[in-house]
């Protein structure tokens, strides 16, 4: 039966045929701008899957996901799904306070609101809590899975006109002659294929080659199935001249009672590849020349529509005799009422096949394989590459069943025809192999029909079964001719075939010594249900199946299945176990095919029980730095709550990141005493994060999946984080005014903060003398300007100082005079994170010297300063307890006990010329006797003077006689000792007294403050005489 327009049918009315013209014309008047319109939705919604908020939330555009009831959230459309327990009365009037607004029959689903003046989340506590309530869940929004070429994911579509791009042809053959598990004999180009169609873009089609459908035109001629096959979408376009003869009546949920038009573009395009009209001479040619396409709308131009009305399309079309279902629609979330709808089909033996999303470069290992694909009874397919390897852009996971063309070249919106990437382009591919499988064998149960494309599949990736392809590449023309296979030969371990740990699986046991084997690789330390259905045909009854486990560590599981057995549970580790299948009795000789359907949920963290806010496991205490907590949501509804002690006033950060797009995580903060604070600002995979103000004191941290009321156990983790960052109190305070000023004690670090805005900080520096006041400053964050001022005891502003961009330090080095001065210091913006430090180190000028206030000889050294005799070594300094030199002391020397007068002696030192300072003292010192060179020609003029050296220049210069003597006047000075005589005389004298014990120590270096008391007792024995 084809679709009706107008009214629903077609007549021969020329006056109701050219009304419907101009419908046309007018719809296509206004595709330009719902595109536009649609492009803004859909940047919306990549804005907010990316983990950000959205900028503009448009109509139907995506946020975050968020579902506590009271949450004003755009992924749900405020209404939940509730199922009654089986035997359960399902009087509505037993729900205090709900508005049954319709029931699905099918399913025993009623959609339900809070009544007006609910508390909502209040009320949704209390259904979650009825005992007789199998679950309430809320109603989420679905979209379509079409590709993105912009970020490498997935949005919204959008309407398409006609455009016929061209596209490259692929070389694929290789790749279908190089199966791992199946070989062919080399394929004959398209040309020489028997059957091949006359349509005009097949050369586009390099996809057909692919997947094995050009070869399979002589296997089935003229590519036909009288099964209907829904295609759940936006609707298809129905004058389409590749499509039309193949469309029958549809059904359109947006806009009841009228036709499915698509007005997006996206069903035009799967509608396409599963079944464009081939051999007719125009545009392309679909998988499938001839079928009965079913367009279910149920999605609107901007292609979202919600939970509730993906469930009604599917169950309308099974109700009106669809075969297949294909759906291009997907989200990350679980939910219980796909689930039963997925079953339902089932249970009608109706194949559902779906795409597995695209996200997986821009989610990278977090993508997993999206709902409805993800549900073990549906058919989930990912995608394929034109030279026939994965493509990596699809998602990846266990529930992944088969992998079809990415790329494909399909009809348009209009008319026309266009490129097309993504998994929801390749799961028509499948469905229309299915159709195939199907017509020529209409015995087979979905079932078979899904595992006999698995088993043809042809392996392109990761060798047998992987998480990118699942079980390879279909292939259509090997589905057509392979017979059933039920994964033999599998008899032992060795031969294990891999068994998914979510997925459904078919096999057969033949007879009593027939042993199934399969491999398992769980991703996680969890637990594995198994739940296995044997179909002995026309018997009601099999016998008895043993199954057992084998984990590496040698232990073990077992159960034993007879008809309606049930599922089991079994703990599993991380890594690889075995399970065996065989009849219990070993002497059987039956033939059992059956299906083994899997399913998979995380073990419960370290930190369990921890359910309860009374339960909260106690994390160490946090006084500064961070803790890290990995758990995992190991059961439905699951929430874990953690207690930290604080121990310092700071910030405390934290984020709670998760390894997979299937968890929506949510945080809730809650002190002892105050407000709790929740968290929950992005979607799902994205990192949430807080930051917030504490004070010492225990503090409740509960972490959850939010992406339902009682979420469904995820595979994966979380990880917590939490890092106090702490903040400072200022000791100097109160001192924001200068008469509040803080005394500085010179040598002393002084640490505050700005913690509010115009915060100012005043000090106070006493000098008792004229000093030089080093002023330092750092620790400032590198993006705060801090400014320094200075002002004397007038309170006269000196110099204003400014830590430079990028610095985090002030440093300035004055010259005061004695008296009160003040340092005030302020920020251009506040911070408490970090301390700045401010030291002063005062150096009282003595004689002119900062350096020698207090030191033994200061007295020596004014005095000699006020002869004029000495002036240091620049900035102030004279450093007494450096070295002199040898031309420093002679300078002194000729300067302070005569010798300048004298002539100048003639002198040749290898290591001095004219141009050095002290060359004309040493002229005159070397003249009048008082030094002379070293060995080799040398005078050393930067070579440090000893005690013994400096004796013998000063008894020179003052004209001493040496004083030989039989014994040293000196416990450390021979009698032999080059100077001895000389120091003897010197401390006959008078100038010389040693040090404590008798010693003189000739040969150590004297300083400039031993040379100084030296020289001063020198002059004054000169002026004495």
């Given at each position: 039966m084809r679709i009706m327009k107008g009214n629903g049918w077609r007549t021969g009315n020329h006056k109701e045929a050219g009304a419907r013209t101009d419908r046309r014309q007018q719809r296509r008047s206004i595709a330009v701008p719902a595109a536009m319109l649609a492009c803004v939705l859909a940047a919306g919604s990549l804005l907010g899957e990316m983990g950000g908020p959205l900028a503009t939330i448009g109509a139907s555009a995506p946020s975050n996901m968020q579902f506590s009831a009271d949450a004003a959230d755009v992924w749900t459309t405020g209404s939940w799904l509730l199922k009654w327990r089986e035997g359960a009365e399902t009087d509505p009037a037993r729900l205090l306070g709900t508005v049954v607004l319709s029931r699905q029959p099918e399913t025993g689903v009623d959609l339900v609101v809070p009544a007006d003046g609910e508390d909502r989340q209040r009320w949704l506590d209390r259904l979650t809590a009825h005992p007789d309530v199998e679950y309430v869940h809320p109603v989420g929004k679905v979209k379509l899975l079409a590709f993105s070429a912009d970020n490498g994911g997935e949005q919204a579509d959008m309407t398409s006109t006609a455009s016929t791009p061209a596209v490259a042809a692929t070389e694929a053959e290789a790749a279908l002659q190089s199966s791992a598990n199946t070989q062919s004999p080399a394929a004959p180009a398209a040309a020489d294929l028997p059957g091949k169609p006359d349509d005009p873009h097949l050369d586009r089609q390099s996809y057909l080659k692919l997947i094995g459908a050009?070869?399979?035109?002589?296997?089935?001629?003229?590519?036909?199935?009288?099964?209907?096959?829904?295609?759940?979408?936006?609707?298809?376009d129905l004058d389409h001249p590749d499509l039309k003869d193949n469309l029958v009546q549809g059904i359109n949920l947006i806009a009841p009672g009228k036709p499915p038009e698509d007005d997006n573009g996206h069903g035009t395009r799967v509608a396409g590849v599963l079944a464009a009209i081939g051999n007719n001479g125009i545009g392309t040619a679909g998988v499938l020349w001839k079928a009965k396409i079913m367009p279910v709308k149920a999605l609107d131009e901007t292609g979202f529509g919600d939970e509730k009305m993906l469930g009604e399309a599917i169950v309308k079309a099974v109700d009106a005799g669809a075969k297949i279902v294909v759906l291009s629609v997907g989200l990350y979330r679980y939910s219980p009422y796909m689930q039963d709808i997925a079953l339902y089909a089932e249970k009608n033996d109706v194949l559902l096949v779906a795409a597995s999303g695209n996200d997986g470069l821009q989610h990278g290992r977090k993508a997993v394989v999206k709902y409805p694909a993800a549900y073990p009874t549906v058919m989930a397919v990912s995608g394929a590459a034109a030279d026939g390897s994965p493509e990596r852009r699809a998602n990846a996971g266990p529930e992944n069943d088969i992998a079809a063309a990415w790329e494909v070249y399909t009809t348009a919106l209009g008319g026309g025809y266009r490129k097309e990437e993504g998994t929801s382009m390749a799961a028509p591919q499948v469905a229309a192999a299915a159709a195939l499988v199907w017509t020529k064998e209409p015995h087979l149960k979905a079932w078979q029909v899904r595992e006999r494309l698995m088993q043809t599949a042809q392996d392109i990736g990761a060798p047998g079964r992987d998480d990118q392809t699942g079980a390879g590449l279909l292939r259509v023309d090997l589905a057509l001719k392979a017979a059933a296979n039920p994964r033999e030969p599998n008899n032992t371990r060795q031969e294990a075939a891999a068994?998914?740990?979510?997925?459904q699986i078919a096999g057969a046991l033949s007879g009593g010594s027939d042993v199934d084997w399969f491999k398992i690789d769980a991703p996680h330390d969890g637990w594995m249900t198994?739940?296995?259905e044997g179909h002995p045909g026309e018997k009601k009854a099999?016998?008895?199946?043993?199954?057992?486990l084998h984990r590496k560590d040698g232990t073990s599981a077992s159960a034993e299945w007879r008809v309606d057995a049930g599922q089991v549970e079994w703990p599993v580790k991380r890594g690889v176990q075995w399970l065996e299948l065989k009849f219990k009795n070993s002497e059987e000789t039956a033939v059992l095919p059956y299906t083994l359907t899997t399913g998979f949920r995380m073990a419960e963290d370290e930190y369990e029980p921890n359910d309860a806010q009374a339960f909260a496991h106690q994390l160490k205490n946090l006084t500064d730095g961070q803790l890290k907590v990995t758990g995992t949501f190991h059961q439905q509804g699951d929430q874990d709550w953690y207690a930290v002690t604080i121990g310092q006033t700071g910030d405390l950060k934290l984020s709670l990141a998760v390894d997979t797009m299937r968890i929506d995580p949510s945080l809730l903060i809650k002190p002892e005493r105050g407000t709790e604070q929740r968290v929950d600002d992005y979607g799902e995979g994205a990192t949430e994060r807080a930051n917030i103000p504490v004070t010492p004191g225990r503090y409740l941290i509960r972490v959850r999946d939010a992406s339902s009321a009682s979420a469904h156990s995820a595979a994966g983790t979380y990880t917590l984080t939490l890092e106090l960052e702490r903040r400072h109190e200022d000791p100097n305070e109160p001192n924001d005014r200068i008469y509040a000023a803080t005394p500085l004690a010179p040598d002393t670090e002084y640490r505050g903060v700005f913690a509010v805005q115009g915060d100012e900080d005043w000090f106070r520096l006493k000098l008792d003398s004229r000093s030089i006041v080093t002023v330092t400053l750092d620790g400032v964050p590198a993006d705060r300007r801090v400014r320094m001022e200075v002002y004397d005891k007038r309170q006269q502003l000196l110099e204003t100082v400014e830590t430079a961009p990028e610095t985090a330090s002030i440093r300035i080095e004055r010259e005061y005079d004695e008296g009160s001065h003040y340092i005030r210091l302020t920020s251009d913006r506040p911070f408490d994170r970090s301390l700045y430090r401010l030291r002063v180190n005062v150096e009282p000028l003595v004689g002119g010297f900062?350096?020698?206030?207090?030191?033994?000889?200061e007295d020596s050294i004014v005095k000699l300063n006020a002869?004029?005799?000495?002036?240091?070594?620049?900035?102030?300094?004279?450093?007494p307890d450096r070295g002199i030199s040898r031309a420093e002391a002679t300078a002194l020397l000729v300067r302070a006990l005569g010798g300048s007068g004298t002539p100048a002696a003639t002198i040749a030192y290898r290591d001095?010329?004219?141009?050095?300072?002290?060359?004309?003292?040493?002229?005159?010192?070397?003249?009048a006797g008082i030094v002379n060179g070293l060995p080799g020609g040398r005078f050393g003029p930067s070579n440090p003077v000893s005690r013994a050296e400096a004796a013998v220049m000063i008894g020179r210069a003052l004209g001493l006689a040496p004083l030989n003597r039989a014994s040293a006047p000196f416990n450390d000075l021979s009698p032999n000792h080059w100077a001895a005589s000389m120091i003897n005389r010197l401390k006959e004298e008078g100038l010389l007294s040693g040090y404590p014990g008798g010693f003189v120590r000739p040969d150590e270096r004297i300083s400039r403050a031993e040379f100084s008391v030296f020289l001063l007792r020198a002059v004054e024995k000169r002026r004495l005489n």
């Open positions: 050009d070869r399979a035109w002589a296997l089935a001629p003229g590519m036909a199935t009288d099964l209907t096959i829904a295609v759940v979408d936006t609707g298809v068994l998914p740990v979510v997925n198994f739940a296995f099999y016998p008895a199946v043993s199954a057992v900062r350096d020698i206030a207090g030191h033994w000889a002869l004029g005799l000495v002036s240091g070594t620049g900035d102030r300094r004279f450093e001095l010329d004219e141009s050095h300072w002290a060359y004309k003292a040493i002229q005159q010192a070397t003249a």
